[in-house]
């Protein structure tokens, strides 16, 4: 399994530009999520999904969008990019059903707005 | 308010030692889960541990172990024998059952381990 992976690994963009970060998971986890990791903070949630046609907003979601089309996928849409949302973006995946319901974290994307 | 408090920034530890992490937390699910996450200077986020607030007994893996005093709502983390590779930020989480079922971290903790 290659778990969960994220694309890019690094992105440069300037402000107003839009783009996809993409996050593809292989261990068939019903539910996803997309945190974002800003200088000294923890993780906090943009969205997420229960599963394949399933979204919903968490803590901080304005500047985002995304779907769930399939149970593998989830990508994160930058509409116009703006200096506050550079950070450090991880996709996330668990199972619901399981006892821990651990998260597991993709490689994260690190993203620079100019 | 804080859903989930790590009070220390920065922590030292000798080579060989114990140390312990703080956290603490703030809901009224009464199910819920708490985790620990380690994350090297690499930056991914690696698991470490997890107690369930249904749990009798604290949770142990290798090394780490969580101190779980629920009446307190405090999820510390102990690690024993501390190695230079423990050398890392560590978060506290929690997972709440009713809602969105995320985590909710908190600031993080540095340690750094002294040779």
């Known amino acids: 399994n290659a778990g969960v992976t994220q694309t890019p690994k690094f992105q440069v963009l300037k402000t107003g530009q839009s783009m996809t970060l993409q996050c593809a998971q292989d261990?068939?986890?019903?539910?996803m999520s997309w945190y974002r990791q800003d200088p000294g903070m923890g993780l906090r949630l943009i969205h997420y999904?229960?599963?394949?046609?399933?979204?919903d907003q968490g803590e901080v979601p304005n500047g985002y969008n995304v779907s769930r089309s399939t149970t593998e996928d989830f990508p994160l849409r930058l509409l116009s990019a703006a200096p506050s949302q550079t950070s450090v973006y991880f996709c996330?995946?668990?199972?619901?059903?399981?006892?821990?319901?651990?998260?597991?974290f993709g490689p994260g994307t690190r993203l620079t707005v100019l | 308010a804080q859903k989930i408090t790590q009070t220390q920034p920065g922590m030292f530890v000798q080579e060989k030692e114990a140390v312990t992490l703080d956290c603490t937390y703030d809901?009224?699910?009464?199910?819920?889960?708490l985790f620990w996450y380690k994350q090297p200077s690499s930056g991914e986020m690696i698991f470490l541990i997890y107690?369930?607030?249904?749990?009798?007994q604290n949770a142990t893996e290798g090394r780490y172990s969580l101190n779980f005093q629920k009446a307190r709502k405090s999820a510390n983390l102990v690690i024993s024998a501390s190695q230079l590779g423990d050398s890392a930020m560590y978060f506290c989480?929690?997972?709440?059952?009713?809602?969105?079922?995320?985590?909710?971290f908190g600031s993080g903790t540095r340690l750094q381990v002294q040779p």
């Open positions: 809901t009224s699910d009464p199910s819920y889960g």
């Open positions: 999904s229960v599963g394949a046609g399933i979204t």
């Open positions: 107690q369930g607030s249904y749990d009798q």
């Open positions: 261990m068939n986890h019903e539910y």
């Open positions: 996330a995946s668990s199972r619901p059903g399981s006892l821990v319901h651990e998260q597991f």
């Open positions: 989480a929690m997972r709440e059952n009713l809602g969105r079922r995320a985590l909710t």
